[in-house]
């Protein structure tokens, strides 16, 4: 038996400031991109920062927010101490602007911003676990959690060890660590959250039942040893066995996209809203980009593949899945707060209500074909292309920053 | 003499919409069977569309809350089980329509 009560639920003013400030770092991000041409290199300090805006900006903003909502949800426990998640959100913007302009500007506030960052995520993967320790259920959710937290703390600590290697504090090998890093955090982290909480989200949004989980526990597992392969391999140097972990993450999202297949075909809701139309762009997305990281691995094969399968990867599959999700969590945070006291007592609206349909309609759509054009302006190095696809994406964030505007409003 | 009847029961729980789909929850077949006993005593058996529901105190209380409004009602009980899993096929004709199509965003 269930027991999700009012009592659970964090109040509106702790969670908003998370999707408010995310999505406008998420403006920021797309405005960023102008300044970018199609043919770069990872270890720029210029790209490293654009990296950060919109992974600790935006990504990590925006999924802490969620957490902070959805533990509870998929726990069916309160938070051990709800009241940390004030405190992390400034950490961790401020964290992530020194970060940004230690990239962009001056490499000795690295260190500054690295230091608020690492302090902010401990206290959420603390919190969390203590959180999780109070959970009677074991769902794959709930484990999916334990082992995101665990490589989140990974890819912060390996992280703020780089930040100090770049700021002059220490000498590290920053390439080898760099590499760890970006796998614990992007494939250990942010990938297994996703697909723990889509596995909880996704069904409830289109009232799928019934369905076999087998393949995204496979996904998950093999996901989780592939991250924890290739992180050890880069630590150690073990190139040899770097390539074992490649193969099993990237089987492992196979099973995932598998599994959403199972879920999309007992979809029962089949009305295409703006939720539905950026779940299939995202996991379009995913496809294309598994598939051009599969060719990237081959021999001689050009860098730019594996550019833009990194770019439909964040941009088209992180980017829409957390953006299309923002129409469905905000309004039911919105209604929550301030509607859901007058039930039986007046009208109230119902969620589809709440979100601004046109604006939404225009973030879907600048914002899918400005994906499309960047990641073909990667592929084929033209900075023409490239552009036109990061101004239409600034155009479309524009209308999710408004969007996220009228609905926090609603009713207020 | 009871005057609540398991239609009437049903009938006052019809007044509470799901506000994530727009549908009440008797024409969605979340609504298993109404116990009435000689005292006017109700006890509701219900499931929901999802186990992870966040809604789903806030959902028991409003049927509770629908079905104390019967005149002459006693206590009034709400029990959500999981089997059987609820399932499209459970809700009317009119709902699977508008899910599977007709509904816009």
Known sequence: MLAIGKDFAPPLKLISPYFKIGVTFYLLAMVALLSFSSTFTYQEMAIAGWIHLFLLGFVMVVIFGAMAQLIPVVLEVGHAIVDLYYVILPLLGVGAVGMVLGFWVNPALLSYGGLLVLVAMIIFAIEAFATLKKAEIKTLTVKTIAVSNTFLLLGILSGFVIALGLSGAISVDVNAILKAHVYAVLGGFVLLTIMGLSLTLIPMFSLAHGFDETPIKRGFNLVAIGVGIVFVSAIFGIDSIAWVGYILTLTGIGFYIYQIYIIYKLTVRKEMDIWAKSMIFGFSSLMLSLILAILSFLPNADEVLLHTSLWFFMIGFIGFLINGHLYKIVPFLVWFERFSPLVGKEPVPMLHEMYPKEKANMMFWYSSIGTVLGGVGLLVESDYLFQSGASLLVVGAIFLYLSMSKMLSYGK | ?105
Request: hydrophobic share 45%.
């Open chain 2, 1 to 105: 003499m009871c005057n609540i009847t398991k239609e009437s029961a049903f009938e006052a729980i019809s007044t509470v919409i799901d506000p994530e789909v727009g549908f009440n929850l008797v024409e969605m077949g979340l609504i298993y069977d109404a116990i009435i006993d000689d005292s006017c005593n109700v006890k509701v058996i219900m499931t929901l569309s999802t186990q992870g529901c966040p809604l789903h105190q806030m959902i028991k209380q409003w049927v509770q809350e629908a079905v104390e409004k019967l005149e002459g009602v006693g206590d009034v009980e709400v029990e959500v089980v999981w089997e059987p899993a609820w399932n499209i096929s459970m809700a009317d004709d009119h709902v699977k329509e508008k899910l599977s199509g007709g509904m816009t965003s």
